[in-house]
Nanobody, 125 residues
Framework: QVQLVESGGGFVQAGGSLRLSCAAS????????MGWFRQAPGKERECVAA????????YYADSVQGRFTISRDNAKNTVYLQMNDLKAEDTAVYYC??????????????????WGKGTGVTVSS
């Protein structure tokens, strides 16, 4: 069993930055690929970024490419999402997810073993 706890969400003006963190406890963190998903009101949950178990490969949705950066620190059992140049359309609840591989994170529908409870991000224009 793995518990995922997100933090770092909040309110920010358009053009600003936030850094989300997801701390994992339980079974070894490094055996899982990790992803960040978001869900805006009235919309489906979507994957915005993913990272392999070792951190050597990443994926980004077109909507965040060049603005968001996913990283992980396996020694700290933590995955991060650095979000820069935030836009109003980035407003959503952001969820951390653990999966067997990056392909499981990015496929549609995703195959996710563990979800966090989410952290809210609100970007004012």
């Amino acid at each position: 069993q793995v518990q995922l706890v997100e933090s770092g969400g909040g309110f920010v003006q358009a053009g600003g930055s936030l850094r989300l963190s997801c701390a994992a406890s339980g079974r070894s963190f490094s055996v899982y690929a990790m992803g960040w998903f978001r869900q805006a009101p009235g919309k489906e949950r979507e994957c915005v970024a993913a990272i392999t178990r070792s951190g050597d490969s990443t994926y980004y949705a077109d909507s965040v490419q060049g603005r968001f950066t996913i990283s992980r620190d396996n020694a700290k059992n933590t995955v991060y999402l650095q979000m820069n140049d935030l836009k109003a359309e980035d407003t959503a609840v952001y969820y951390c997810a653990a999966a067997p591989s990056i392909q499981h994170v990015t496929r549609k529908p995703p195959v996710i073993y563990y979800w966090g409870k989410g952290t809210g991000v609100t970007v004012s224009s």
